[in-house]
C-alpha cells in the first residue's frame, strides 16, 4: 500500500521572496518596525547609565555682583545586584521578542494572501461543477417535462427539477460575489495581479521540526525570558546600590571638584508586593509557553488529521471516477445501438468531471492545511 504522504525535511525562514509578494506600503512597515526595535534596544541596553548634567548659573546681589558658576554633575550606579547586567539581558531579550512579534504578523498576513489565493482556485472550481450541474439538471427538467405532458410524472416532481436549477443558477451568482470579494482580501496585502501569484509549494516538515521552529513557541519562550529579566531588575531596584557622584566645575575663576561613593538603600511598604507582582509575570508567561507547546502539538495533528481525510476522500472520488468510466464507456455503446439518449452519455460525462474537480478541489486544501504550518515556523 502507498503512503498517503512523505513527511520531509525543509528549512523554513521569512525570506525576501515570501515578503515580496506583500506591498510597498507593507514592507515599510516591517522594515521600519525593525528599525525602531533597533532603536529601543540601544535606549534600553544603556538605562542603566545615568545622564550628566550640565548646570549654568548666574547670580546677581543686591550690590549687583555677578556670580557666574559652571558645572557637571553625575550620579551613576555602578553596582545594584545585578540590577545592571538584568538591564542589559533585558534589552537583547525584548529584541528578540519584537522581531518574532514581526515575523509572526508577517506571516499571518502571508497565510492570509495565499489562503485566500486558494479560495480564489476554489472558488473557479465551484464554477465548473455549478456548470456541470446546471447542465445535467436542465437535461433533468427537459425530460421531467417531457413525462409530465405524457401524464408519467407527478407535477411536484417537475417542480422540484426546476427548482434545482434555479439553484444552481442562484448559488452562481453567490460564487462570482465570493470571488470577487476574495480578490479585494488579496488586494489589502499586495499590490500585484491575481495571476502573477503562485502558491508555495509546500512539503509536509516532521512534528519535532515544526515544534522547534514554531514562532508562537518562540515567542512565548522570548517573553518568558523577557519577563525574568524584569522580575531581577525588580528585585535589584529594593536592593542596597553603589553609585559613584562626581561635580566639577568654575565659579568665580575658580575650578572646582570633588568625588565620592554614595550607598543607598530603598525603603518600600509596597516592596513585597511590588516584586511578587513581578514574579508572578514571569510564573505566568511560563505556563503560557507550557500552553503553547501543547497547542503546537494540537494544531500539527489536526493538520495531519486533515491531510489524512483529503487523502481518503481523493481516493474515493477516484473510485467513483473509475465507476463513471466503466458505466461511461457501457452507455456510450448502448447509445451508439440506439438503446441509450446522448443525454444519457452527457450525464454520466458531467458527474465524472465534478468528481475530477472534486479532487482538485481536495489537492488545493491539502496545500492550504500545508501553508497553514509553513507560516507559523
Do not use: C
Not at 64 to 73: H, K
Not at 192 to 203: H, M, N, R, V
Not at 293 to 304: L, M, P, T
Amino acid at each position: 500500500m502507498k503512503p498517503l504522504f512523505f513527511i520531509v525535511f525543509i528549512i523554513v525562514s521569512l525570506n525576501a521572496s515570501d515578503i515580496d509578494v506583500l506591498s510597498p506600503i507593507k514592507q515599510n512597515i516591517i522594515e521600519l518596525e525593525k528599525q525602531q526595535s533597533s532603536e529601543k534596544e540601544r535606549v534600553n541596553q544603556y538605562d542603566w547609565l545615568s545622564d550628566i548634567t550640565l548646570n549654568t548659573s548666574v547670580i546677581k546681589d543686591q550690590n549687583n555682583n555677578t556670580t557666574d558658576d559652571y558645572s557637571l554633575t553625575i550620579s551613576q550606579d555602578i553596582f545594584k545586584f545585578g540590577g545592571i547586567r538584568s538591564q542589559i539581558q533585558y534589552a537583547k531579550e525584548l529584541k528578540k521578542m519584537e522581531l518574532l512579534d514581526i515575523d509572526v504578523n508577517t506571516k499571518e498576513d502571508l497565510n492570509t494572501l495565499f489562503s485566500t489565493l486558494i479560495d480564489i482556485k476554489l472558488n473557479d472550481i465551484s464554477l465548473k461543477q455549478n456548470l456541470l450541474n446546471l447542465k445535467s439538471s436542465m437535461i433533468e427538467v427537459k425530460h421531467k417535462t417531457s413525462e409530465y405532458k405524457q401524464g408519467q410524472l407527478d407535477i411536484s416532481d417537475l417542480n422540484n427539477a426546476i427548482m434545482a436549477k434555479n439553484e444552481y443558477k442562484d448559488a452562481a451568482k453567490g460564487l462570482k460575489l465570493t470571488r470577487l470579494t476574495n480578490i479585494n482580501t488579496i488586494k489589502k496585502y499586495t499590490t500585484k495581479s491575481i495571476e502573477a501569484l503562485s502558491i508555495p509549494d509546500i512539503k509536509l516538515i516532521s512534528k519535532a521540526f515544526y515544534l522547534k521552529q514554531a514562532l508562537s513557541i518562540q515567542y512565548a519562550k522570548a517573553t518568558t525570558k523577557v519577563n525574568d529579566a524584569l522580575y531581577k531588575i525588580k528585585k535589584s531596584d529594593y536592593m542596597p546600590r553603589l553609585s559613584v557622584d562626581a561635580k566639577m566645575g568654575y565659579s568665580e575663576g575658580d575650578a572646582y571638584h570633588y568625588y565620592g561613593l554614595s550607598l543607598n538603600l530603598p525603603l518600600s511598604y509596597s516592596a513585597s508586593n511590588d516584586i511578587q507582582h513581578s514574579r508572578l509575570e514571569y510564573l505566568i508567561s511560563q505556563q503560557k509557553l507550557n500552553e503553547e507547546k501543547r497547542n503546537a502539538i494540537i494544531d500539527y495533528d489536526s493538520v495531519i488529521l486533515n491531510i489524512k481525510n483529503y487523502h481518503e476522500r481523493i481516493r474515493l472520488a477516484q473510485e467513483d471516477i473509475n465507476l463513471y468510466q466503466a458505466l461511461l464507456k457501457t452507455t456510450q455503446e448502448e447509445y451508439e445501438a440506439g438503446y441509450k439518449t446522448i443525454d444519457d452519455v452527457q450525464m454520466l460525462k458531467n458527474s465524472m468531471e465534478i468528481r475530477k474537480l472534486d479532487i482538485q478541489t481536495y489537492q488545493l486544501n491539502i496545500k492550504k492545511q500545508l501553508l497553514s504550518l509553513y507560516f507559523k515556523i
